[in-house]
């Protein structure tokens, strides 16, 4: 049963904006921690942003802060990642995540600490 689904990937060049969006039709992310993350070809995955549960606090990786935010809409159990000044570095499956987020619900950007996963949306940036 698919309870996180994104969508908003396609191919930009560098510069360029993308918006992702995810659905949390499962509703997984009451509570608790919602984050992006991202895996390029031969790469670990890594963290990318995450949001507290009411949005209050966001965490961001070190090679995105300044150019992505994330959000999300708990109405429509919606986030969002607005991605700008992409650059190919860029250029990876994203991920969506909901989970505990850690100790302390501190909302990381550790994989290990997220136990839902959509099934991703790829971002391919041109030079």
């Known amino acids: 049963q698919v309870q996180l689904v994104e969508s908003g990937g396609g191919s930009v060049q560098a510069g360029g904006s993308l918006r992702l969006s995810c659905v949390d039709s499962?509703?997984?992310?009451?509570?608790?921690?919602m984050g992006w993350f991202r895996q390029g070809p031969g790469n670990t995955r890594e963290g990318v942003a995450t949001?507290?549960?009411?949005?209050?606090?966001?965490h961001y990786a070190d090679s995105v802060r300044g150019r992505f935010t994330v959000s999300q809409d708990t109405a429509a159990n919606t986030l969002y990642l607005q991605m700008d000044a992409l650059n190919p570095g860029d250029t990876s499956m994203y991920y969506c995540?909901?989970?505990?987020?850690?100790?302390?619900?501190?909302?990381?950007?550790?994989?290990?600490?997220?136990?839902?996963w959509g099934q991703g949306t790829q971002v391919t940036v041109s030079s």
């Open positions: 995540a909901t989970g505990d987020g850690g100790p302390w619900y501190l909302c990381s950007l550790t994989d290990s600490h997220y136990d839902h």
């Open positions: 499962g509703y997984t992310s009451r509570g608790r921690c």
């Open positions: 949001i507290t549960s009411g949005g209050r606090t966001t």
